[in-house]
């Protein structure tokens, strides 16, 4: 039967594809459809709700605001909750982790952060080349999409490479394979077809293209490249950070400090939209309004964003918490994919964002995704290939509700694999993606 959304929504449409329900309500980590059937969500709106669905300790503050009537939409305006925001992010976010720097608001969405970012850097450098790496993933409007790996989205007509350079990732070619030489070489010589780039753009973890985890080593070497030459570094942090692998930014326990970094999904704390460029001082060179939009700041994002940085991030025990979690889900991914070697599975990530690769049988990933719908378990693919089972479980998820989960993805791996072994092996190769990154 068609639906409503079959004949009215565009062919565009994506995550509903692959769980085809019609949600009515969610909690935490759970959510249910309209027939009252429930699903625990190990994707968590693509790493937007790090503190679960409709987290009540968050919830009352909004309903809070929103019955004193405070302002929602005030374009960039001053108001109390920008500034409570600009404060509390300044004590409790930058300032215990010896960072300094300005906040600009974007339009609402990730993708407007890194075009911002990505423009203030060739504003500032007056060079106009970005390097970016393979597989890395940075928004879908021109500049982030020309900065993005996978054909299947740069494909659209009338995408531009836009001065954009992509050089191999940290283990792009395996383990033996140094990619800071590869890129310094490029930027050594003058021949070489790279001129010297704005800014370097990365993730310190690649959620879309597959869950690749850069060294703490690969990182520092990175930044000490990008210093040498003057170029500035740029950490896309809005899938990796606000907790995500176990720290608020990735990139501290690497002990780098990017020059400028953009934050979104989970910085506005209940679903809400926001994005954040954040810069070292020196590099505002803005002129007023010279990147302008009308959804510059988002005041409920603000309230809810400060009850969460109060909440979460006051001391150390959600730190600890996220480690231990993080510890449990690889832990249980290990062995998943242990129990599962002779298809050369194998388990990835850093804190509570972790992958399951199948680079041998690449359909499995998101046959295993199906299964696990099935079985009541959200769980999103992601990597070139399509390859990967992504897990990104709210980082406020109860422990006995992230079993529950695992245990299922245990089954549904299980499942699809002796399907596709009594297949035979050419049964396992051919991915049939939908290319539904966000
Ligand atoms: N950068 C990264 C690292 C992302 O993961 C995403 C979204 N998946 C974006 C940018 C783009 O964000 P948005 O979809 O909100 O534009």
């Not at 800071?180 to 753009?201: K, Q």
């Not at 973890?205 to 000490?224: H, T």
């Not at 791996?413 to 596709?420: C, F, K, Q």
Request: aromatic share 10%.
């Amino acid at each position: 039967m068609e639906t409503v959304f079959d004949a009215c929504e565009s062919k565009v449409r994506s995550y509903c594809r692959a769980f085809p329900a019609v949600f009515t309500r969610a909690i935490g980590a759970t959510l249910f459809d309209e027939t009252g059937r429930r699903y625990i969500d190990f994707l968590a709106g693509a790493g937007t709700l790090n503190y679960g669905h409709n987290n009540p300790r968050i919830r009352s503050r909004v309903m809070e605001y929103l019955h004193q009537e405070g302002i929602i939409h005030g374009l960039d305006m001053y108001t109390p909750a920008k500034r409570d925001f600009l404060q509390v992010l300044n004590t409790l976010i930058l300032q215990p982790r010896n960072l300094d720097y300005k906040v600009q608001f974007p339009g609402p969405t990730g993708t407007n952060a890194v075009e911002a970012a990505m423009k203030l850097a060739r504003k500032y450098t007056n060079r106009t080349g970005i390097v970016a790496f393979t597989n890395g993933y940075h928004g879908m409007t021109a500049g982030s999409l020309a900065a993005t790996g996978n054909e299947y989205h740069r494909k659209s007509p009338g995408c531009m490479a836009g001065n954009v350079t992509f050089m191999p990732y940290d283990g792009y070619f395996g383990p033996g394979v140094d990619t800071i030489t590869y890129l310094e070489r490029f930027i050594n010589d003058a021949s070489s077809g790279l001129d010297l780039p704005a800014a370097v753009l990365l993730e310190t973890v690649q959620g879309e293209g597959g869950v690749n985890v850069a060294g703490f080593d690969w990182l520092r070497r990175l930044e000490a490249l990008c210093r040498r030459h003057q170029i500035l570094l740029i950490v896309d942090d809005i899938q990796a950070g606000c907790g995500r692998t176990g720290t608020f930014f990735s990139f501290t326990p690497a002990g780098i400090v990017p020059d400028i970094v953009t934050l979104s999904k989970s910085i506005g704390a209940y679903g809400l939209p926001l994005s954040l460029v954040l810069m070292k001082p020196e590099l505002d060179c803005w002129e007023p309004g010279e990147h302008n939009g009308t959804f510059r700041g988002n005041n409920l994002a603000f309230v809810a964003a400060v009850e969460a940085f109060r909440l979460y991030w006051s001391d150390h025990r959600f730190n600890l918490s996220i480690g231990h979690k993080g510890h449990v889900l690889h832990r249980r991914l290990q062995t998943i994919a242990r129990e599962s070697e002779s298809f050369g599975v194998v388990a990835r990530g850093r804190g509570m964002f972790a992958g399951l690769v199948f680079d041998r049988c690449p359909k499995a990933a998101r046959l295993i995704s199906r299964a696990a719908f099935e079985r009541g378990l959200i769980l999103e693919t992601c990597g070139g290939q399509d390859h990967v089972v992504k897990f990104l479980p709210p980082l406020t998820i109860e422990e006995n509700l992230l079993e529950e989960g695992l245990d299922i993805t245990a089954q549904a791996v299980r499942e699809v694999l002796e399907r596709l072994g009594r297949n035979g092996p050419e049964s396992l190769v051919d991915s049939e993606g939908e290319g539904a990154a966000a």
